[in-house]
């Protein structure tokens, strides 16, 4: 798995070109919006965690520590995209 020091190191190495390709965009804000009990938020934010971990697992990794609910993640490999998985 991919370390957030060696994410930091590709997205320092990457040119202003390949700065907008590689990084993607993540946003923890509003993971359990429109929730009506605990159970269904508890459950929208497990779904969210999962995937999270399988980003990981997949490559991914974030760039910088989240902050204000946004952060930026890199793959290891330059041809995926997050938005690919299924």
Known sequence: MLTPREAADIAGDLDEGDFDDRL???CIRGVADE???L???SLML????E???EL????WQLVDPVDDGHGLMVNE????R???RA
């Open 24 to 26: 993607e965009s993540l």
């Open 35 to 37: 929730a009506e009990t």
């Open 39 to 41: 159970t269904e938020a």
């Open 46 to 49: 497990r779904d969210f965690a």
């Open 51 to 53: 995937w999270l971990l």
């Open 56 to 59: 990981e697992l997949d490559g």
């Open 77 to 80: 490999d330059p041809e995926k």
């Open 82 to 84: 997050a938005g690919d």
